[in-house]
Structure formats: C-alpha cells, structure tokens
C-alpha cells in the first residue's frame, strides 16, 4: 500500500514540475501580429483579430525590428517632408493615452516605460469609466485586451516598448 502511496507521490509531484515548467518557461522568440483596421490605423498584438489580414511577425525578448515599426509609421502618416524627426524636440509635448486596469501588470510596466520617455501621459481606468471603456473599443477595433495606447493616432495594442518608442519619436517632429 505505501509503495502505491510513493508512486503516486512522485508521479504528482512529476506532473507538477512538467506543468510549471511549461508555463514558466517562454520561448526565445515568440510572433506578434500587425494588422491595418478599415481608417489605415496600425496595430500590434499577440493575438490578431477575426477576419483581419494579418501580418506574423518575429521578435526576441519583446522587441520587434525598429527599423520596420518605423517604416510602418511613416507610411501611416501624411506630413510633409519639412516636418523630419528633429533630435532636440521635447517629448513633453507628446501626448499619449493609455487604455489599462489597476490589475494589468503589463498596465504598470507600460505605465512606468512611458513615463521613462517624458511624455504626457493620460490613463483611463476601462475597468472604472464605462465610457473610455467604449472608447477603447473603438479605437481597438473591439479588442478587449489592456494596455491599449495611443500615441497621438498610432494605436499600440499590449505593452511593446520598441513601438510605443518610434510612435513617440515619430510625434516629437512638428
């Protein structure tokens, strides 16, 4: 009785650590997906939406390829070719909104990036204010996910530091 007792013991405990080491242990590289919505607005997120034609990307340790991110913002906007990045402009005068809950940890790390870069940053609990929920949405396209941020029209959909940097560099050009 004991030696069954034993054998289902390691066998439990066995189980056990093949399950927490498929949760905690993340691939090197992992995809994102980037999608147009119908008004040409770009987005990135792990997981695209339904009936989109989306985009698999590759990245390591969550950064995407900047120059391609920047790319994609230039092609998004429509500025004259007067208005380059200039290296000296004030990120202070970037507005940024972010979409987040007070549970989302990557809310607090997104939170915490984008105050590093001087932005002015507005969040809008969605959790709290039904009506920046429906805002969110929209501007979503419907996806639900947290963080959503918005610099000044480039919607970033999750916490990807190399696009809310280009976004933000991007909007520091006058």
């Known amino acids: 009785m004991q030696k069954k007792v034993k054998a289902m013991r390691s066998r439990n405990v066995f189980l056990t650590v093949i399950i927490l080491l498929s949760i905690f242990i993340s691939p090197a590289s992992s995809e994102i997906y980037k999608w147009k919505d119908k008004d040409g607005n770009i987005f990135y997120s792990d997981s695209p939406p339904s009936g989109v034609d989306a985009q698999k990307k590759k990245f390591r340790e969550d950064k995407i390829e900047r120059q391609e991110i920047k790319e994609n913002i230039n092609k998004s906007e429509s500025k004259p070719e007067s208005n380059k990045l200039k290296e000296d402009s004030p990120c202070s005068d970037v507005k940024v909104i972010m979409y987040m ?14 105050n590093s870069l001087g932005v002015r940053l507005t969040e809008y609990d969605v959790d709290k204010d039904r009506s920046k929920n429906s805002e969110m949405l929209r501007k979503s396209g419907g ?24 976004a933000v560099e991007k909007s520091r050009s006058l």
Request: proline letters at 5%.
């Open 143 to 166: 996806a639900k996910g947290v963080p959503l941020i918005d610099v000044e029209g480039v919607i970033i959909k999750g916490y990807v530091p190399d696009a809310i940097k280009t």
């Open 101 to 114: 809950t007070s549970w989302c940890g990557y809310c607090k790390k997104a939170r915490e990036y984008i």
